[in-house]
């Protein structure tokens, strides 16, 4: 049996002012986990293009294994844009090939094979890829696997349908500082019954309002990043790990999230403890955010 950690969704060029970068969330994810040796795969879709082809030509230099069904759509690519201090915008195109990511005998073998896994809410917009990725959540063995819904809100494609669904499969959330909000609205967690039986008490402290997910949707942990802020890991028991977020020379930060993923998962299937894990990913994250682009090489010496 494999230990695939595996990303699935998005695979895509990130159009960056300075040309096309590969990225895709789930993917970045995956390559960042086999950065740590760890069995890192990407699954995904691509078009029968130049841009397909590329992207194959440029996973196999990274030693990423892959999985990528060729379908009839375009391969995805994304227009970036940065701000003074690298942070990205996004135009993202729609009716591309990971939208459409087709169930396959292949990729039902993946998921029983698979020992984690990383899925965001952008590959959900169509229903095509929103059922095979829910397939293969079904299909992972239900005990002892990592099922992380990285949720990565992307313009307006997402719903509360697709989020709600998401959690219940889950067994670890992460999501941003202004993510949060956006969630326990549409969620409707904004508050809580009072104790006395007056008006309901709003969750204005995001610590509340992450315990409120985790106790609602019954997941393991949930993870929160706060850009320059730091970031929490809120754990099932009741315990926070915090950590703050290192003062770097910010290149861009496209990636950056995704990288802090794969390292604290990795981390955590490689038997440390979440303090050990959550440091190794701001300290993977805060270099990635030094370079451009969201799969840069990684120094050895960060990895051991």
């Not at 030693?63 to 942070?87: A, C, F, M, R, W």
């Not at 969620?187 to 709003?202: D, E, F």
């Not at 949930?222 to 290149?251: H, K, W």
Request: aromatic letters at 8%; charged letters at 20%.
């Amino acid at each position: 049996m494999k230990d695939y950690i595996v990303g699935l969704g998005e695979i895509l060029f990130d159009c960056l002012p300075d040309g096309k970068k590969l990225g895709g969330a789930p993917a970045n994810f995956a390559y960042h986990v086999s950065n740590f040796g760890l069995e890192g795969i990407a699954v995904s879709a691509i078009g029968k293009d130049e841009d397909g082809l590329r992207i194959k030509k440029e996973l196999e230099p990274r030693g990423l294994k892959y999985h990528l069904e060729e379908v009839d759509y375009p391969t995805g690519t994304v227009q970036v844009s940065l701000s003074g201090n690298g942070i990205p915008q996004y135009e993202i195109c729609l009716g591309v090939a990971y939208d459409n990511i087709p169930w396959t005998p292949e990729i039902e073998e993946i998921a029983k094979n698979a020992r984690g896994v990383c899925f965001g809410s952008l590959a959900q917009r169509n229903v095509v890829s929103r059922n095979t990725i829910h397939k293969f959540l079904d299909t992972m063995a239900p005990v002892g696997t990592l099922k992380v819904f990285d949720i990565n809100l992307r313009q307006n494609w997402y719903s509360r349908e697709v989020i709600e669904e998401s959690l219940r499969k889950c067994n670890i959330l992460k999501l941003n500082d202004e993510e949060i909000s956006t969630v326990t609205e549409l969620l409707g967690l904004g508050s809580i019954p009072s104790h006395s039986g007056g008006a309901p008490l709003q969750l204005v402290d995001f610590e509340d309002q992450c315990r409120c997910i985790i106790e609602n949707y019954g997941l393991q942990m949930l993870i929160l990043t706060c850009g320059t802020d730091g970031s929490y890991v809120f754990c099932e028991d009741g315990t926070t790990s915090y950590q703050p977020t290192p003062v770097v020379e910010v290149a861009d930060t496209v990636g950056a999230g995704d990288s802090f993923t794969g390292a604290f998962v990795a981390s955590l299937l490689k038997g440390n403890g979440i303090e050990v894990s959550h440091r190794k990913a701001v300290m993977i994250s805060a270099f990635v955010c030094t370079q451009n682009g969201a799969m840069p090489t990684i120094p050895s010496e960060m990895l051991e």
